[in-house]
């Protein structure tokens, strides 16, 4: 393993700090238990509150601030954070308005998001965000996961609380952001969680895993490596599927890296997914490329649509200012 | 069982998920995700580091103040649920300075329930309470009929064991195995295997030394 290390155990709190410390005027952090909020908490509006594991950097901390997020709990690397750090987080940064939390959906974060908001005693609600595709939701399983589409929940949410919707509003706009998104991924490599000091997953040198998690979890299935633009039909294929849009339809397209892989290869899926959304009779109005939701080191990238109408564009464009996310 | 029993059980649990430690991970790595071990140990340390300060509460206070102290120290889905347990159990046994026999049982029924609601899980889905659920109906059975305390442990040892064996041959529906489909199947339990320990541990507490050799 060949990563930037002090000491295994300071690896979350080190890498927080440098976070609040390279932006001091926009983030302050607290630890025991452990929170990142604006350096200057917001009044008079819905909380905004997420989190989940380490790992995914900058998801979910790098998008605090005006905007978005008031708070980020940040759990151990792919362990969910809890419920005491959402305790502290929630009662530190309310300001009378309710608190709204955004939660990806695996059981770990959905368990303890839920024991926080049962001992919360302040008014709140949940939004669920489950917009990976490649996992079908059956009875069988927890259901989809939460992946990319998260940013697009938190920034169009962050966008309509900071313009005072109240909490139910807040949370129905949520639920249909993540309604009107779908994501797929694929990954080259696998990616090493710095406690276990060994890969997640072996995968070969000419493979990729289709449909892929962001802690490396098994996908639909493993192929051959082959031209990024039959991947790319592979996974608008399954979005579109899912999200069954008219023609014509206005769309964010979404690229995003999962941490090992070059700018230069998410311009060019960019490329090639836009022209196909063209080719589909979709027009694509927004965008977003870069490592936003990442799993890591891991070599790869997923795609996300949004269905678009002019309320979510009006939430997408307006303005944001975080560590991550700036217009 | 009084408070010092109690913490004398977490302790003995603690020991047991030690000595086992290569067999619990061996089960994680092949249907889990790999940090079931590192979580139930970290829940273990921090349980038996606030012995002497629950020492001198009542059952139910300190029972609580573990299920709070492993919430915010386990994480992941293990924390909710472990935590639930406790506090569940805790509840039960409000205003009990030393529990009965049928006092425990009930407040075990009712932590094994928290940590069914919580999971919103069931016999069959090879979880926890395939091991949990079981054993919890074969202790209220037991105290019901009065049997011997060395019968008693025995039987809820055998019990645990044999459930716990028995989700080698089933298709999880919960839990990171669930995506997993028919490849979990040969596979016993991770979460299963460490309710089987911590039980048989607890079991071999509450016997005398002597008689509980020759339950075993």
């Known amino acids: 393993m060949k990563k930037f290390i002090n000491d295994i155990d300071s690896v979350m709190r080190e890498s927080l700090g440098g976070l609040v410390e390279a932006h001091p005027g926009l983030l302050r952090v607290e630890f025991e238990p452990t929170f990142v909020s604006r350096a200057v908490r917001a009044t008079n509006k819905v909380a905004l509150l997420s989190g989940g594991g380490s790992g995914h950097e900058p998801l979910h901390a790098g998008f605090v601030g005006q905007g978005m997020l008031d708070a980020a709990c940040a759990g151990q690397v792919f362990t969910s954070p809890t419920p005491d750090q959402m305790l502290a987080a929630a009662a530190a940064v309310h300001s009378g308005r309710g608190v709204l939390f955004i939660v990806k959906n695996y059981a770990g974060d959905l368990m303890n998001f839920q024991m926080a908001s049962e001992m919360l005693d302040l008014e709140n609600a949940t939004v669920l965000v489950n917009d990976d595709v490649a996992v079908e939701n059956s009875k069988h399983t927890t259901g989809r996961r939460g992946v990319a589409g998260t940013l697009m929940v938190e920034k169009m949410v962050g966008a309509a609380a900071e313009a005072g919707a109240s909490l139910l509003e807040c949370k129905s706009i949520g639920d249909r952001v993540n309604a009107a998104t779908a994501s797929m991924g694929v990954a080259f490599t696998s990616c090493t969680v710095p406690a276990a000091g060994r890969t997640t997953f072996d995968i070969g040198d000419d493979e990729m895993e289709v449909g892929v998690g962001i802690h490396g979890e098994p996908g639909r299935r493993r192929e051959k490596v082959k031209p990024a633009g039959l991947i790319v039909d592979d996974l608008l294929g399954a979005i579109l599927a899912d999200l069954k849009p008219q023609r014509g339809s206005e769309v964010l397209l979404h690229v995003n890296g999962f941490g090992g892989t070059p700018q230069m290869e998410l311009y060019l899926l960019y490329h090639c997914a836009a022209e196909r959304l063209r080719a589909q009779g979709l027009i694509p109005v927004r965008s977003l490329v870069g490592n936003y939701t990442t799993a890591l080191e891991m070599a790869g990238a997923s795609l996300t649509v949004t269905l678009l109408d002019d309320e979510m564009k009006e939430l997408w464009d307006a303005p944001v200012h975080t560590a991550a996310l700036r217009w | ?216």
């Open chain 2, 1 to 216: 069982m009084n408070t010092p029993m109690i913490l004398e059980a977490v302790a003995a649990v603690q020991r047991a998920i030690l000595a086992n430690e290569a067999q619990i991970e061996s089960l994680d790595r092949a249907i889990g995700d790999g940090d079931h071990f590192i979580n139930v140990r970290r829940g273990c340390e921090v349980a038996v580091s606030l012995s002497a300060e629950l020492r001198d509460l009542p059952p139910a206070l300190a029972l609580h103040k573990i299920g709070m102290k492993l919430l915010g120290t386990i994480g992941g889905a293990s924390g909710p649920l472990i935590s639930s347990f406790f506090m569940a159990m805790g509840k039960e046994l409000e205003g009990l300075a030393e529990p009965d026999r049928a006092e425990f049982a009930a407040a075990f029924a009712s932590g094994v329930e928290a940590i069914k609601l919580r999971g919103k899980a069931d016999v069959g889905e090879k979880t926890m309470l395939d091991v949990l659920i079981p054993v919890s109906r074969l202790l209220i059975r037991l105290v019901d009929d009065d049997a011997p305390l060395p019968e008693l442990c025995a039987q809820l040892k055998e019990e645990a064991n044999r459930n716990m064996l028995a989700t080698r041959d089933m298709i999880a529906s919960k839990g990171r195995a669930s995506f997993l489909g028919e490849r979990a199947l040969g596979h016993i339990d991770p979460g299963c295997k460490t309710c089987e320990v911590a039980i048989g541990a607890v079991c071999d507490t509450v016997l005398p030394s002597k008689l509980s050799q020759e339950a075993a």
